[in-house]
């Protein structure tokens, strides 16, 4: 009986051993995965940002520490960077609240975005719903991207044309009081 206690003591220490180094093997496959993904999400040129409750950022990829010049640390548990605009702040929690609220995408097709230094861009946005298991919205995640280049070419497009317009009318109207004239 003793001889059977022993044995019985023995493999359950080891079994406990093997369940230990198991869930140490699976800890660190699990902290060797997020830091690829967030390795990926940092290689993404458009700026990533994760909220948690009340629009407070959970996370953000390089991209947007960058454009902010932050890191996590000092982004996280913030609403928004104490640089930018209050109107601006206002709207972005208003947009979190309608995502975490109705668990909709929300597609954002140009808002101004103030970096670090003052400068303002102009950004195209898509938050969607982070959702648990059970399908409650846990977090958002947001993706912007720099779309500033676009609308300024888009504004001297549109100005060309309203010249060109301008030129056509003038040139007809030459054109109608010569051939009047002859």
């Keep these: 009986r003793l001889e059977q206690e022993i044995c019985f003591s023995e ?17 660190a496959q699990q902290s060797q995965r ?19 409750s009340k629009s407070r950022i959970v996370w953000a990829n390089r991209a947007f520490r960058d454009y902010y010049n932050m890191t996590n640390e000092q982004l996280k548990n913030l609403i928004d960077a104490p640089f930018n605009e209050p109107d601006y702040t206002l709207q972005y929690v208003k947009d979190d609240a309608y995502v975490f609220e109705t668990g909709q995408v929300l597609e954002i097709p140009s808002e101004p975005v103030t970096r670090y230094d003052g400068e303002i861009r102009l950004f195209s946005t898509v938050k969607s719903p982070i959702r648990n298991e059970a399908g409650e ?3 958002t995640v947001g993706v912007s991207r720099d779309i500033s280049e676009q609308q300024a070419a888009l504004s001297d497009r549109q100005q060309a044309e309203a010249i060109l317009r301008q030129k056509e009318v003038q040139y007809r109207s030459i054109f109608a009081a010569v051939t009047d004239g002859l």
Excluded at 11 to 27: C, D, G, N, P, Y
Excluded at 41 to 46: A, R
């Design 11 to 27: 493999a359950s220490r080891k079994a406990q051993i093997l369940v230990e180094q198991q869930l140490q093997e699976s800890e």
């Design 34 to 52: 997020e830091k690829q993904y967030q390795q990926i999400l940092d290689s993404i040129t458009d700026m990533v940002l994760v909220k948690g």
């Design 137 to 139: 919205v846990m977090m």
